[in-house]
Every structure is written in structure tokens, then in C-alpha cells.
């Protein structure tokens, strides 16, 4: 993997959050006492993004509970209840202590999420479950630290919300969004300058939110947040419509879009034979917390993959001795699975890592042959010129050419529905929406798309808004240089990855200083107007857009403690580079390193912090895209999202809305 997708963070949201939980589960109850933990679903989902179960067991966790489900009595052990302060869990904890002589736990240690209300805390004051609770917290950790650099609330009526609803829900959605967020800044420990996309009212709105927010608890000092070091930007998904229904070919990207693979679970379910000689099934968890192999490729390109893995493997049998000369010229090969399978067999000693490498030789097996099946090779072209408005030959995109093509595409009968639902909407987005419904038809008919499909894709409509960015911006030009010789890179060439996620784009322009204000307005001003977090060049942005600052200003912001509202006044509205030498595989901690682990351009020297949050859900280019930024720039940047969305994911999301008679957002 090249060092460059490779960032390393020095703030990790992940085990920062980990941390965090096992702190305060250490510090609840008596010492040596052994507890049951409860939870609602949503502080599950917090608690297994960052924690094992091992995790909890060395802090006297016994078992860990749903809160929802039937739950055998434990009279003798305190429960510490992690939920989320909503109504539901109120009255659900309320109900174990309602019969005085048959309490389901001993006693009651409350932890929430986010704040609770004056008026759920007076609710547990009148019950019963008041003369049990020893201890009363909010922990604020609202959201889920998925990845070091990457954190989501997981939400899947996340668009639906933010288009379907009438005004009055809409504002509670800002709400909860901004309180959400607030929980993510209080855990980073920082209160940076806010940015938002100034033609998006909920963008707005949520900044706003969330700056009184933090304002509040600076000039309380309830909490003490590092200011003057960091910036925030909040966009929403209309930001760029191409990225969620692009076709990507990294590796996680392209293992969740073809094989399937759900956000919301992460679970990979795959056929081995096993040592009976008889195939079962095994489910997986794609996640850097388990599976090394994971981490190091999963930003690769699919061109490089398969040498690169086969490499990786190679290195391994060279470095354990103990394996024969027989077994290395064996494996050595190309092998296949159930070669590796036999090796297992033969070397329980190494049955972790041989089965990594097993299954992801066998997911790279099925991603080409996904990529053959659906005859991508045609269709990623198309949504690649359409994207950038270029050929791979630096041409301008001739229209009549570009829709015979699609035409091609549409009449083909092995082309998925949900693919041709794609290409449609890429060219709509392609022609500014501005496509006729007579030629919208005509495109339907051809396709054969059922009335829901249909209505998918005219949902588009709501998240589309007239581009700010040149389209030139967004070419990558180092995938027309590169070229090799593998299976993979003769297929599903670079010439197929050439778009740049706009998040991508105006992060960077963000960090440099480039960013228009007019489009892009502060909520509250930065030290000066020649304010930027890194002073290199960027990758995407050039060397256009405003002028040359100085060096990234530490002046703190003015203490909000001293009354004084800090809003602003202001109105308004690669991809990896080339490599040179051989890709980094593996990261320190390998003992299979192939190469230097790490390069001068993904060591932390930048102490700033750029964060960076997308309503309406994020793809997992953008997710790529902040390691790809923090090598670069050589400093933290951190993504949120309402959700991680898939190709899929995102079209059942525009199938599932249903806008109500005022979609819009008022002014």
C-alpha cells in the first residue's frame, strides 16, 4: 500500500474514545466489584465501535446487557446503565426498580451518551429508581469512532430527515446533529473556528448550533477545549451527488459496492474449506481492530492489489524459517485459496495470518470477477468522463457520443438495474438536472426500470444545486500516467479512478487558506484573513484560489469567558501522488514490512487539527480522502458523517424519501 493513503494520526478518535469509556467504567462502582453493564442499541453500537469484550472483562464487567430485551436478574451486583438519554431508556431503567422487594440489580450507575434533560432527570426523582442510583454521568460520547480518523452517527433516515420532513423537523434534526457533534469536539478536546457550506440552510444551522454550544461550556469553563488550533467544516451530501454513486475501485470501496458488504455492519460472509476437506461459511468483521491485512490494503487500488497481496505473502513465508522449502515453493505461487487453506492445515501456527491472507485473496478473486460479470469496464468509463468532463485522453466530453454510449449501456441486458440507475443519475447530474422528462423517459424505458427505480432516481432532484467548483479541479492526471502489467491493472486500469471527491477538494482548500469565504462563511472569525492550517501546497488545489497566507496562526481565539460573542459578522451564503519506489504494505507494527513503514510525508508535524462533517452521509472515497490529506499536509484531519454510504445504501435512502409538501429548508 503506498505510504501516502497511510496517515497516521497522533490524535486517535478511536482509542481516544476507548479510553474514555474505560475510564469512567473503572472509576464506577466499588473497585473489585464485579458489574452487569446495560445498554440501549445505540450505545452498543458506541461501545463496540471502540471497545472488545475483552476490554470490558479487565474492568469488571461481567455481561454486557440489552437494555430492550428480557434480562435475567442480578440482586446482588450494580448495573451501570451506558444508554442514550432518551425518553424510552428513562422509563425502561425505571421499570427494574419498580417492585422494592424484587429489584432486578442492586443498585444503579447512570451513564449517558449526551446531556439529559431537566426533565427526564426529574422523572428518575420521582420514581423509584432515585433511592438506587449511585451514580448520575454524561459521558458524552454520542457518536461512533469507526476508523482513527473517522467517526459517524450511523443513521439511516439520515436523508430522509434532512429533505422529508416539515420544518419544524428539520430544525429538531439540526438540534440533535449539533448535540451529537458537540459530544465529538468535547471527546477531541477542541473548540476550533466553524466553517460551513453557506447555500446549505442545515449546514448553517448545525454550525451555528454547535458553536453556542461549545461557547457555552468555554465561558462556563466546564471544560477545557484548546482553541485557535483547529477548523471545522460542515457541508451536506448535495456538496458532490457523483461521489456516492460512482463506481470506486480501492479496496474497501470496491468490496462493499460489488460484494455487498452493509455500512451498518461491516460483516463480509464468505466459503472456505475446511480441515474435514468440507466448505462452511464464515462470517468476518471488516475492521482494523481485527484484521491487519484490512488496514494496510484497504486504500489500495485494485490495479495494485493483487501483486501487492501476493507480495505480502511472499514476505511472510521468507521470514518464518520454520516453514519448509518444500511449503515456501508451494505457496510461492499464485496459489489459490484452498491452497491456503491446506497450508493451515499444515501450519496451525500461523492459522491467523494464512486465513487473512486466505480470505483476501478470495475477495480479490470475487472483485474481479464482479468487475468482469457486470462489464464495469464500460460503465466506470462513462461515469468517469461524465464525473471529471474528460476523456482519459484529456478530451472534452462530446455529448452526442457521451449518450450514445449510455444508450449502449441501458440496452444491455447484463447490466444490473441498480447500475443503469447509476449512469442515469450521473448524467442527469451531468446535465445540471436540466435533462427533460420526455428524454428522462425515453432513458427509463430503454433501461426497464421499475416505477420505484424511477422514482429513486427523480428523488435526485432534491439533493441537486448548482456546482461552485470548475470541473477541471477535480481531474486527477496521475492515473493517465500510470500503467502495469498485472490482471488487475490491465482491467481495471487508473484511467477508471480519475474523479477527486469534492470533499476532498475544498478540505484541502480549507486547510490552506483557500477556501472562498463567500461560499464557505466562518461562524466565528478567525485571528486574521490570511488564516490557514498547513502552509504546504495541496495535492488538488494548485496553486489557484486566494492569495499567499502566512504561516498557521496558534493565537488563541478570544475567551468567550470575557461575554464576548464570537460569531462572525460575515455574510454569505489524487488521489495517492505517483510513487516513487516500492508501496508501503504494512504499517509499524508488521514484521512483514517490504519496505519502509513509513515515509517522511505521513509523520504528524502539523499540531492543527482540520475536521471536517458531511450530513447526509459519506463515502468511503471521502473517508480515504482525510488520510490521503493528513499525509500530505502532515497534521490530523478528522471525517464525520451522518452515515457511511455505500452506492447501494444511498439509492435505498433516495428510495425511501418521501418529501413533504414544504421539502425545503426555509431561509
Known amino acids: 500500500m503506498s505510504s501516502k493513503a497511510k496517515g497516521v494520526t497522533s490524535l486517535n478518535i478511536r482509542e481516544k474514545v476507548k479510553n474514555l469509556l474505560l475510564k469512567v467504567l473503572e472509576q464506577t462502582g466499588g473497585k473489585d466489584q ?19 469484550v475483552s476490554d470490558l472483562l479487565v474492568k ?29 431508556s428513562i422509563d425502561k431503567i425505571i421499570e427494574d426498580y419498580n417492585n422494592p422487594s424484587k429489584p432486578q440489580y442492586a443498585n444503579a450507575h447512570l451513564l449517558f451518551s449526551s446531556r439529559l434533560s431537566e426533565e427526564l432527570l426529574d422523572k428518575i426523582a420521582k420514581s423509584r429508581l432515585q433511592a438506587k442510583v449511585k451514580t448520575l454521568q454524561d459521558i458524552n460520547i454520542d457518536f461512533l469512532a469507526v476508523e482513527r480518523p473517522i467517526f459517524t452517527f450511523k443513521q439511516r433516515d439520515d436523508i430522509q430527515r434532512m429533505y422529508g420532513g416539515d420544518q419544524r423537523e428539520k430544525e429538531r434534526y439540526a438540534t440533535q446533529l449539533a448535540n451529537q457533534l458537540f459530544t465529538f469536539f ?16 442545515i449546514s448553517k444551522n448545525v454550525a451555528n448550533k454547535v458553536y453556542d454550544l461549545l461557547a457555552k461550556v468555554v465561558k462556563k469553563k466546564e471544560f477545557n477545549l484548546t482553541t485557535g488550533k483547529s477548523v471545522a467544516l460542515i457541508v451536506d451530501r448535495a456538496e458532490d451527488v457523483y461521489a456516492p454513486l460512482l463506481h470506486e475501485f480501492t479496496y474497501q470501496a470496491m468490496t462493499y459496492d460489488l460484494l455487498h458488504v452493509s455500512p451498518y455492519d461491516n460483516i463480509y460472509e464468505y466459503n472456505f474449506v475446511a480441515g474435514d476437506d468440507k466448505e462452511k461459511s464464515k462470517k468476518v468483521l471488516l475492521d482494523e481492530q481485527y484484521d491487519s491485512v484490512w488496514e494496510r490494503f484497504r486504500h489500495t487500488h485494485f490495479a495494485e492489489l493483487g501483486k501487492e497481496l501476493q507480495k505480502e505473502i511472499d514476505a511472510f513465508l521468507d521470514e518464518h524459517k520454520d516453514i519448509s522449502n518444500a511449503q515456501k515453493k508451494d505457496v510461492g505461487k499464485k496459489i489459490d485459496t484452498s491452497e491456503i487453506s491446506d497450508m493451515i492445515r499444515k501450519l496451525p501456527q500461523y492459522q491467523k495470518s494464512l486465513s487473512l491472507y486466505s480470505m483476501h485473496k478470495q475477495i480479490n478473486k470475487g472483485l474481479l470477477n464482479e468487475f468482469r460479470d457486470q462489464s464495469l469496464a464500460k460503465v466506470a468509463l462513462e461515469e468517469q468522463n461524465m464525473a471529471v468532463g474528460e476523456t482519459p485522453e484529456n478530451e472534452k466530453v462530446n455529448a452526442k457520443e457521451l449518450l450514445t454510449n449510455i444508450t449502449a449501456i441501458l440496452s444491455n441486458s447484463i447490466i444490473t438495474n441498480e447500475n443503469k440507475m447509476r449512469l442515469i443519475m450521473m448524467y442527469i447530474i451531468f446535465n445540471q438536472g436540466k435533462l427533460s422528462d420526455d428524454k428522462k423517459d425515453k432513458l427509463f424505458r430503454m433501461a426497464r426500470l421499475s416505477n420505484d427505480e424511477i422514482r429513486t432516481v427523480n428523488n435526485l432532484s432534491y439533493l441537486l444545486k448548482v456546482t461552485k467548483t470548475n470541473l477541471s479541479d477535480r481531474i486527477s492526471n496521475f ?74 496562526s496558534s493565537t ?16 454569505g451564503p489524487t488521489w495517492n501522488k505517483a510513487k516513487k519506489g516500492g508501496g508501503n504494505l504494512t504499517d509499524e ?42 499525509s500530505d499536509h502532515s497534521m490530523d484531519v478528522f471525517l464525520g458523517c451522518t452515515s457511511i454510504l455505500t452506492p447501494h445504501v444511498f439509492l435505498e435512502k433516495l428510495g425511501a424519501l418521501r418529501p413533504s409538501s414544504s421539502s425545503e429548508y426555509d431561509d
Not at 452487569?36 to 458506541?46: G, K, R, S
Not at 468535547?186 to 440552510?201: A, V
Not at 470533499?503 to 490557514?532: A, H, Q, R
Not at 488563541?556 to 455574510?571: A, F, H, I, N, Y
Request: net charge positive; glycine share 8%.
Open 186 to 201: 468535547l471527546t477531541s478536546g477542541y473548540f476550533p473556528y466553524i466553517r460551513y457550506s453557506g447555500d446549505s440552510n
Open 34 to 52: 464485579w458489574k452487569v453493564m446495560v445498554v440501549d442499541e445505540h450505545a452498543l453500537q458506541v461501545i463496540s465501535s471502540a471497545c472488545k
Open 556 to 571: 488563541s481565539v478570544p475567551s468567550s469567558s470575557s461575554g464576548e460573542d464570537l460569531r462572525s459578522t460575515k455574510k
Open 60 to 88: 469488571n464487567v461481567t455481561i454486557v446487557e440489552n437494555l430492550s430485551k428480557k434480562r435475567q436478574p442480578f440482586p446482588t451486583l450494580d448495573a451501570i446503565y451506558f444508554v442514550s438519554p432518551t425518553s424510552d
Open 479 to 552: 492515473f493517465g500516467r500510470l500503467k502495469g502489467s498485472s490482471t488487475n491493472e490491465k482491467e481495471v486500469g487508473y484511467h477508471l479512478s480519475r474523479y477527486i471527491p469534492k470533499v476532498k477538494e475544498i478540505t484541502e482548500k480549507c486547510m490552506t487558506g483557500k477556501l472562498e469565504l463567500e461560499n464557505y462563511p466562518f461562524v466565528n472569525d478567525p485571528p486574521s484573513t490570511t488564516f490557514k492550517l498547513s502552509t504546504k501546497e495541496g495535492s488538488t488545489t494548485g496553486t489557484s484560489g486566494a492569495g499567499k497566507g502566512t504561516k498557521t
Open 589 to 630: 507494527s508488521s514484521t512483514t514490512t517490504t519496505s519502509s513503514s513509513t515515509s517522511s510525508s505521513s509523520v504528524i508535524e502539523n499540531s492543527n487539527k482540520m475536521f471536517v462533517f458531511v450530513i447526509g452521509g459519506a463515502t468511503h472515497s471521502e473517508t480515504r480522502s482525510a488520510y490521503e490529506l493528513m
